[in-house]
Protein backbone atom coordinates (compact mmCIF):
# COMPACT_ATOMS: atom_id res chain seq x y z
CA UNK A 1 0.00 0.00 0.00
CA UNK A 2 1.43 3.30 -0.72
CA UNK A 3 1.10 5.81 2.44
CA UNK A 4 3.01 8.30 3.87
CA UNK A 5 3.19 7.38 8.03
CA UNK A 6 3.94 11.04 9.00
CA UNK A 7 1.06 12.34 7.13
CA UNK A 8 -1.40 9.75 7.93
CA UNK A 9 -0.30 9.99 11.77
CA UNK A 10 -0.81 13.96 11.48
CA UNK A 11 -4.55 13.68 9.87
CA UNK A 12 -5.66 11.13 13.19
CA UNK A 13 -4.31 13.78 15.23
CA UNK A 14 -6.32 16.14 13.39
CA UNK A 15 -9.11 14.06 12.86
CA UNK A 16 -9.77 12.83 16.63
CA UNK A 17 -8.61 15.79 18.23
CA UNK A 18 -5.96 13.90 20.43
CA UNK A 19 -2.45 11.85 20.26
CA UNK A 20 -4.05 8.80 22.44
CA UNK A 21 -7.14 8.57 20.15
CA UNK A 22 -4.80 8.77 17.05
CA UNK A 23 -2.90 5.74 18.53
CA UNK A 24 -5.60 3.70 19.13
CA UNK A 25 -7.26 4.31 15.51
CA UNK A 26 -3.90 3.53 13.73
CA UNK A 27 -2.39 0.93 16.13
CA UNK A 28 1.06 2.37 17.17
CA UNK A 29 1.98 3.97 20.59
CA UNK A 30 1.02 7.28 21.88
CA UNK A 31 5.23 8.14 21.98
CA UNK A 32 5.23 7.38 18.06
CA UNK A 33 2.26 9.15 17.55
CA UNK A 34 4.21 12.04 19.07
CA UNK A 35 7.12 11.32 17.38
CA UNK A 36 5.76 11.69 14.10
CA UNK A 37 4.29 15.10 14.49
CA UNK A 38 7.80 16.45 16.12
CA UNK A 39 8.95 15.21 12.89
CA UNK A 40 6.71 17.36 10.77
CA UNK A 41 6.72 20.25 12.82
CA UNK A 42 10.39 20.70 12.68
CA UNK A 43 10.38 20.28 9.05
CA UNK A 44 7.34 22.86 8.55
CA UNK A 45 9.44 24.99 11.64
CA UNK A 46 6.51 25.61 13.46
CA UNK A 47 3.84 23.74 15.52
CA UNK A 48 0.88 22.11 13.88
CA UNK A 49 -1.26 21.51 17.27
CA UNK A 50 -1.64 23.17 20.20
CA UNK A 51 -1.19 20.29 22.83
CA UNK A 52 -3.53 20.65 25.87
CA UNK A 53 -4.32 18.18 28.27
CA UNK A 54 -5.60 15.17 26.87
CA UNK A 55 -6.35 17.44 23.23
CA UNK A 56 -4.61 18.76 20.54
CA UNK A 57 -5.93 21.34 18.44
CA UNK A 58 -4.58 22.52 14.96
CA UNK A 59 -3.00 25.85 14.62
CA UNK A 60 -3.26 28.44 11.98
CA UNK A 61 -0.16 26.69 10.50
CA UNK A 62 -1.64 23.52 10.71
CA UNK A 63 -5.12 24.45 9.84
CA UNK A 64 -3.05 25.25 6.29
CA UNK A 65 -1.10 21.94 6.29
CA UNK A 66 -4.12 19.87 6.66
CA UNK A 67 -5.27 20.97 3.11
CA UNK A 68 -2.30 20.16 1.67
CA UNK A 69 -1.52 16.98 3.45
CA UNK A 70 -5.33 15.72 2.66
CA UNK A 71 -4.71 16.24 -1.21
CA UNK A 72 -1.27 14.10 -0.99
CA UNK A 73 -2.83 11.40 0.86
CA UNK A 74 -5.63 11.41 -1.70
CA UNK A 75 -2.84 11.05 -4.21
CA UNK A 76 -1.90 8.10 -2.19
CA UNK A 77 -4.98 6.13 -2.61
CA UNK A 78 -5.50 6.94 -6.12
CA UNK A 79 -2.16 5.14 -6.84
CA UNK A 80 -2.73 2.08 -4.96
CA UNK A 81 -6.39 1.88 -6.59
CA UNK A 82 -4.19 2.09 -9.60
CA UNK A 83 -1.43 -0.01 -8.96
CA UNK A 84 -2.15 -2.18 -5.04
CA UNK A 85 -3.05 -5.86 -5.20
CA UNK A 86 -6.74 -5.22 -5.69
CA UNK A 87 -6.39 -3.21 -8.64
CA UNK A 88 -7.52 -3.44 -11.67
CA UNK A 89 -4.18 -3.13 -13.18
CA UNK A 90 -2.41 -5.27 -10.94
CA UNK A 91 -5.10 -7.95 -11.87
CA UNK A 92 -4.37 -7.58 -15.71
CA UNK A 93 -0.89 -7.25 -15.20
CA UNK A 94 0.08 -4.21 -17.48
CA UNK A 95 0.09 -0.13 -17.38
CA UNK A 96 -1.27 1.19 -20.93
CA UNK A 97 -0.04 4.79 -21.08
CA UNK A 98 0.04 7.72 -23.59
CA UNK A 99 2.69 10.46 -23.12
CA UNK A 100 4.11 12.74 -25.25
CA UNK A 101 7.43 13.44 -25.87
CA UNK A 102 8.91 15.30 -22.38
CA UNK A 103 7.47 12.63 -20.30
CA UNK A 104 8.28 9.40 -22.27
CA UNK A 105 11.81 10.66 -22.25
CA UNK A 106 12.38 12.80 -18.28
CA UNK A 107 9.50 11.35 -16.24
CA UNK A 108 8.51 8.25 -16.85
CA UNK A 109 11.69 6.75 -16.72
CA UNK A 110 12.18 6.76 -13.44
CA UNK A 111 8.55 6.05 -12.47
CA UNK A 112 8.80 3.16 -13.90
CA UNK A 113 11.54 2.12 -12.00
CA UNK A 114 10.37 2.88 -9.16
CA UNK A 115 6.64 1.20 -9.39
CA UNK A 116 8.48 -1.92 -10.92
CA UNK A 117 10.40 -2.54 -7.66
CA UNK A 118 7.28 -2.48 -5.67
CA UNK A 119 5.06 -4.55 -8.75
CA UNK A 120 8.26 -6.71 -10.78
CA UNK A 121 5.24 -8.09 -13.02
CA UNK A 122 3.73 -5.26 -14.40
CA UNK A 123 4.40 -4.89 -17.94
CA UNK A 124 4.04 -0.78 -19.07
CA UNK A 125 2.72 -0.35 -22.66
CA UNK A 126 4.08 3.35 -23.58
CA UNK A 127 1.94 5.04 -26.95
CA UNK A 128 2.45 8.70 -28.11
CA UNK A 129 0.18 11.39 -27.04
CA UNK A 130 -2.28 12.45 -29.42
CA UNK A 131 -4.90 14.79 -27.74
CA UNK A 132 -7.63 13.69 -30.23
CA UNK A 133 -7.54 10.26 -29.10
CA UNK A 134 -10.30 10.26 -26.55
CA UNK A 135 -11.26 6.85 -26.97
CA UNK A 136 -8.51 3.99 -26.31
CA UNK A 137 -8.39 2.27 -23.69
CA UNK A 138 -5.20 3.67 -21.84
CA UNK A 139 -5.10 3.96 -18.23
CA UNK A 140 -3.04 7.11 -17.67
CA UNK A 141 -2.56 10.25 -20.66
CA UNK A 142 0.34 12.12 -19.71
CA UNK A 143 1.25 15.71 -20.92
CA UNK A 144 2.62 18.47 -20.51
CA UNK A 145 1.41 22.60 -21.40
CA UNK A 146 2.52 26.09 -20.88
CA UNK A 147 2.29 27.33 -17.24
CA UNK A 148 0.12 30.04 -16.86
CA UNK A 149 1.07 30.91 -12.95
CA UNK A 150 3.07 29.73 -10.29
CA UNK A 151 1.83 26.75 -8.96
CA UNK A 152 -0.62 26.45 -6.29
CA UNK A 153 -1.92 23.11 -5.43
CA UNK A 154 -4.70 24.49 -3.57
CA UNK A 155 -5.86 26.31 -6.57
CA UNK A 156 -5.45 24.18 -9.83
CA UNK A 157 -8.33 25.57 -11.85
CA UNK A 158 -9.15 29.23 -13.19
CA UNK A 159 -12.41 29.93 -11.40
CA UNK A 160 -14.45 31.39 -14.59
CA UNK A 161 -17.91 30.61 -13.24
CA UNK A 162 -20.06 27.48 -11.48
CA UNK A 163 -22.49 25.11 -12.37
CA UNK A 164 -24.69 23.77 -9.74
CA UNK A 165 -24.28 20.06 -8.72
CA UNK A 166 -24.09 17.85 -5.48
CA UNK A 167 -22.26 15.43 -3.76
CA UNK A 168 -24.51 12.27 -2.14
CA UNK A 169 -23.51 9.58 -0.06
CA UNK A 170 -24.97 6.83 2.13
CA UNK A 171 -22.39 7.89 4.90
CA UNK A 172 -23.95 10.91 6.18
CA UNK A 173 -20.39 12.36 7.54
CA UNK A 174 -18.44 11.19 4.14
CA UNK A 175 -20.27 14.23 1.63
CA UNK A 176 -17.29 16.55 1.55
CA UNK A 177 -15.33 17.20 -1.74
CA UNK A 178 -12.99 19.29 0.27
CA UNK A 179 -10.92 16.81 2.02
CA UNK A 180 -12.49 12.98 0.55
CA UNK A 181 -11.57 10.62 3.89
CA UNK A 182 -9.08 7.53 2.52
CA UNK A 183 -10.02 5.24 0.87
CA UNK A 184 -13.39 6.65 -0.68
CA UNK A 185 -13.72 6.81 -4.59
CA UNK A 186 -16.22 9.08 -6.58
CA UNK A 187 -19.03 8.23 -8.92
CA UNK A 188 -19.18 10.97 -11.70
CA UNK A 189 -22.38 12.14 -14.19
CA UNK A 190 -19.89 12.43 -17.15
CA UNK A 191 -20.44 15.80 -18.15
CA UNK A 192 -18.88 17.12 -14.85
CA UNK A 193 -15.34 15.12 -15.37
CA UNK A 194 -13.80 17.44 -16.94
CA UNK A 195 -14.64 19.96 -14.25
CA UNK A 196 -13.15 18.12 -11.56
CA UNK A 197 -9.45 19.37 -10.01
CA UNK A 198 -7.08 16.57 -11.03
CA UNK A 199 -6.58 14.72 -7.68
CA UNK A 200 -10.70 14.39 -7.56
CA UNK A 201 -10.75 13.11 -11.17
CA UNK A 202 -7.85 10.48 -10.19
CA UNK A 203 -10.07 9.03 -7.66
CA UNK A 204 -13.37 8.87 -9.99
CA UNK A 205 -14.05 4.92 -9.86
CA UNK A 206 -17.67 5.44 -11.90
CA UNK A 207 -18.52 7.86 -14.53
CA UNK A 208 -21.61 7.14 -16.28
CA UNK A 209 -23.89 9.85 -18.57
CA UNK A 210 -26.85 8.72 -16.31
CA UNK A 211 -27.39 10.49 -13.32
CA UNK A 212 -29.96 7.61 -11.93
CA UNK A 213 -26.73 5.19 -12.47
CA UNK A 214 -24.50 7.36 -10.57
CA UNK A 215 -26.94 7.92 -7.54
CA UNK A 216 -27.21 4.25 -7.48
CA UNK A 217 -23.18 3.45 -7.36
CA UNK A 218 -23.41 6.07 -4.41
CA UNK A 219 -26.18 4.26 -2.26
CA UNK A 220 -24.90 0.86 -3.00
CA UNK A 221 -21.61 1.48 -1.55
CA UNK A 222 -20.30 4.00 1.40
CA UNK A 223 -17.14 4.08 -0.28
CA UNK A 224 -18.66 5.79 -2.83
CA UNK A 225 -19.37 9.67 -3.29
CA UNK A 226 -21.68 10.32 -6.51
CA UNK A 227 -21.54 13.53 -8.07
CA UNK A 228 -24.60 14.28 -9.95
CA UNK A 229 -26.56 17.43 -10.99
CA UNK A 230 -28.17 19.27 -8.74
CA UNK A 231 -31.90 18.21 -8.45
CA UNK A 232 -34.78 17.98 -5.97
CA UNK A 233 -35.23 14.16 -6.38
CA UNK A 234 -32.40 12.42 -5.00
CA UNK A 235 -33.32 9.17 -2.62
CA UNK A 236 -34.36 9.94 0.64
CA UNK A 237 -31.72 7.43 2.22
CA UNK A 238 -28.70 9.79 0.49
CA UNK A 239 -26.83 12.83 2.20
CA UNK A 240 -27.12 15.34 -0.19
CA UNK A 241 -24.85 18.39 -0.22
CA UNK A 242 -25.15 21.30 -2.90
CA UNK A 243 -21.69 21.91 -4.50
CA UNK A 244 -20.63 24.39 -7.19
CA UNK A 245 -18.14 23.59 -9.59
CA UNK A 246 -15.71 25.52 -11.77
CA UNK A 247 -16.89 25.94 -15.28
Known sequence: MFEDTRLKVFMAVAKSGSFTAAAREIGISQPAVSQNVAELEKEVGE??????????RLTDKGKAFLRYAGQILRWYGAMDSAFGPSSRISHRGEVR?????YCTDYLLPKLVSGLRLSSPDLKFIISPYNKKDT???????????????EADLLNTATLRGTVRACAVS???ADVSLDRL???KGLAVWSPYLDLLPDDDRALSVFVSESPAAVESA??????????????EGVSPSLSVLPIPLPH
Do not use: M, W
Request: hydrophobic share 35%; with cysteine; charged share 20%.
Open 218 to 231: AAASENIIGLLPFH
Open 170 to 172: SSP
Open 97 to 101: VQACP
Open 181 to 183: PEG
Open 47 to 56: PLFDRQRGAA
Open 135 to 149: NSPFDFRLFTRKRTG
